[in-house]
């Protein structure tokens, strides 16, 4: 079975995923990692202002596949301290994982 990072994957094969990533994914994914977004789906209701800018430059800049942008903050929700994003983008196609992190 091939495993390979998701930062390794393009945007094409996660558009078209295959059965042993989604096996993998429900393998290794810590439980803590998943209550996190279980917790920020709960909320997810709540946009505030710097979520709704952090995820209008995302779109602006790198066009995304895939956005999601989740408020983790700690405390209240209505805090907008700590955010996790996923984006999927062309724009990361070809580019190590540094210069991705970089854009």
């Not at 989740?70 to 540094?98: Q, Y």
């Amino acid at each position: 079975l091939p495993i390979c990072s998701l930062s390794a994957l393009t945007a094409q094969s996660l558009r078209t995923p295959c059965p042993e990533m989604a096996l993998l994914a429900k393998l290794f994914i810590p439980a803590a990692r998943s209550r996190g977004f279980a917790a920020a789906s709960a909320a997810a209701s709540f946009r505030g202002p710097v979520q709704e800018h952090i995820e209008a430059r995302l779109q602006t800049e790198l066009k995304p596949l895939h956005l999601e942008v989740a408020n983790e903050s700690h405390g209240r929700i209505t805090d907008e301290s700590h955010f996790h994003v996923l984006v999927v983008s062309e724009a990361f196609e070809g580019l190590k994982p540094l210069q991705r992190h970089r854009l």
